[in-house]
């Protein structure tokens, strides 16, 4: 019976309903990058910190600077290795517009912080695994994005404009798992967050209202609460698909009866299959 456990992940992620388009979604980046813009290097990325990792517009042998574009591509896992964070109350030594096409992994003790962080890519495949903490101004999940266990992700906002200040702005249009801490940061007028996709919760919910009037959470798809599985003899266990079944099979969504159907009939085949052997 292990073999089926696959395809009924499998199942469960082809059911998942695709979202909407929102404002301040941006698509990936096209026309002349500037100096200092930087895409992964396409033969499976690296550590952050690594050179070879990058290739970046107008120089060598670097890696991206602060405030710039910057593309995970398609095929390449980038692995943060050190924090990419304000220091000394520089508050340009953080990411700007960070594009994931391909996986990016940010790891424990690490905190990244970044102006606008999306998932993309013609698969669905793009990832971000949350292990460290991470602070985004503008948030668009359009594939994956797994906030692991003891982990933190903060939508909160990171820097100012000339009219005013510029309010944070998140949006799930794609499997979202937290088991760590999810935190809606300073706020600004209506809500902020929209949520349009599975949004599985077995982790810490701070500052996020999903009804009333000062609701900052706006639930097109309502949150699924699930056990949390972090902690098993002591270690914590990353999120990976068997996570996301068991989860998925407690929510009460109308999507996941033809998954419980499928599931139903793979057994089934299964039992005739082994009285045929025997």
Do not use: H
Request: hydrophobic residues 40%; contains cysteine; aromatic residues 10%.
């Amino acid at each position: 019976m292990n073999k089926l456990l696959p395809l009924l992940v499998f199942s469960v992620l082809l059911l998942v309903p695709a979202g909407a388009q929102n404002a301040f979604a941006q698509s990936l980046p096209s026309g002349s990058p500037i100096d200092g813009d930087c895409t992964s290097n396409g033969t499976g990325g690296g550590p952050w910190s690594n050179p070879n990792t990058w290739d970046c517009v107008g120089v060598t042998n670097d890696v991206p600077a602060s405030r710039k574009q910057v593309v995970i591509l398609f095929g390449d896992t980038v692995t943060v290795d050190r924090d990419l964070n304000r220091t000394s109350g520089d508050s340009t030594t953080f990411i700007g517009n960070v594009f994931v096409e391909g996986t990016l992994v940010v790891p424990s003790p690490f905190t990244f912080k970044a102006d606008f962080l999306q998932t993309f890519s013609g698969d669905d495949s793009a990832t971000v695994e949350n292990f460290g903490n991470m602070i985004i101004a503008r948030f668009f999940n359009s594939n994956i994005f797994n906030n692991n266990c003891g982990s933190t992700l903060t939508i909160q906002q990171l820097v100012t404009n000339a009219g005013g200040p510029l309010g944070p702005q998140g949006q799930n249009d794609g499997p979202f798992t937290n088991f760590g801490t999810f935190e809606l940061g300073i706020l600004f007028g209506p809500p902020n967050f929209n949520n349009l996709a599975p949004f599985l919760n077995g982790g810490t919910l701070i500052n996020v209202i999903e009804s009333g009037q000062d609701k900052n959470f706006e639930a097109t798809v309502p949150i699924t609460t699930i056990p949390s599985i972090c902690i098993v003899g002591g270690e914590f266990l990353p999120i990976d698909s068997t996570a996301l079944l068991l989860a998925g099979l407690q929510s009460s969504a109308i999507w996941m009866l033809p998954v419980l159907a499928g599931a139903a009939g793979v057994g089934a085949f299964y039992i005739k299959t082994r009285m045929n052997k025997e």
